[in-house]
């Protein structure tokens, strides 16, 4: 799928190219076929990466899920497809940009069509990036590898003075948390933090850069 992309962008590239002088035309000189079929390549080739990318990502959860041997193994590789999927389409629609200058503006129109298609390949595989990290920061083996990943996609809240939610794990000197609103926190702790996943807590900040917890009873949904 992604060499049919880069197939399209080098197609729709010619097709400017030659609309503007820059090359000489093989046979018909309207670059118009060339572009439209440069730009269909690309849609339709990012339509199925978007649709195999969901699809992938439920199946790599599925293994996490039923505890497959080798499945931590999985997730890391997955992890780094979808941050080269994030990455690539990031350059074609930076291209297709590019490219749109100077055209006429049915063609722009068309192009940015393209790289809406693009965009939302992105979107799926930055999707399938949180809902992985989601499902993995409850893991005893991959939470670290994950942690960062958050806070890199700024999923972490800041901290603040008191926070309630359900600790998620405990991933070296910090408490993952879940709060009422589904946000993530990633609270410092000393080692001798005694909550485990499952807990539901009160947490504040004690002044010297750390947080202690304390049990909240929750019925219904409804914090007290």
Known sequence: MQKNIATGMISTGDAVDIQSGKIAPVGNPDPKPLLARGLTRIQDAAKSLAVNLADA????RTMVKDKVPGADQVVKAWDNVLDATSH???LGMKRLTGLAHGMDPEDRYIMGFASGHLQSAQDIAIDQRKRGILQNLKSPHLGEHVLQDAKRLGMIEPCKPVHRGT???????????KNAKGQLLALPVTPDFKFKAGD???MKDRGDGFYSGKRQLVERGVER
Do not use: F, H
């Not at 990502?57 to 790599?60: D, L, P, R, S």
């Not at 600790?167 to 948390?177: F, H």
């Open 88 to 90: 690539y389409t990031t």
């Open 57 to 60: 990502g439920k199946q790599v």
């Open 200 to 202: 539901n807590l009160v």
């Open 167 to 177: 600790v998620l794990n405990v991933v070296g000197l910090e408490a993952i948390l």
